[in-house]
């Protein structure tokens, strides 16, 4: 499968974008789906994925904040960032994993085992 990410830009603290990503198979068939953000300096974390059943996940960091969703009719999977703040800024990646992969959920952090495939990324900068 491979991933195509869109929507990043850039916002002021408080502000909100929505990030969509097209995935060319078919995402039913996706055991995880997750966005991950990677921040300057910082390493790679994972802030909200889906499971194959449509349970939702997200980290302590941006939870009640965004929102993830799955459409799999058109093979899309998006995220709702709401009252984005500037420790949001950061390139946001799509992934998906297949048939060996799932979702996990511990300690505040969020992310898909055995990734298959990762978007080139969108850059999201918060200004405050």
């Known amino acids: 499968v491979h991933l195509g990410e869109s929507g990043g830009g850039s916002v002021q603290a408080g502000g909100s974008l929505r990030l969509s990503c097209a995935a060319s198979g078919d995402t039913a068939s996706n055991y995880c789906m997750g966005w991950f953000r990677q921040a300057p300096g910082k390493e790679r974390e994972g802030i909200a994925v889906v499971d194959i059943d449509g349970n939702t996940y997200y980290a302590d960091s941006v939870k009640g904040r965004f929102a993830i969703s799955k459409e799999n009719a058109n093979n899309t999977l998006s995220l709702q960032m709401n009252t984005l703040k500037p420790e949001d800024t950061g390139t946001y990646y799509c992934?998906?994993?297949?048939?060996?992969?799932?979702?996990?959920?511990?300690?505040?952090?969020?992310?898909?085992?055995?990734?298959?495939?990762w978007g080139p990324g969108t850059l999201v900068t918060v200004s405050s």
């Open positions: 992934a998906a994993t297949g048939p060996f992969g799932g979702s996990w959920s511990s300690n505040g952090h969020v992310g898909c085992n055995n990734i298959d495939a």
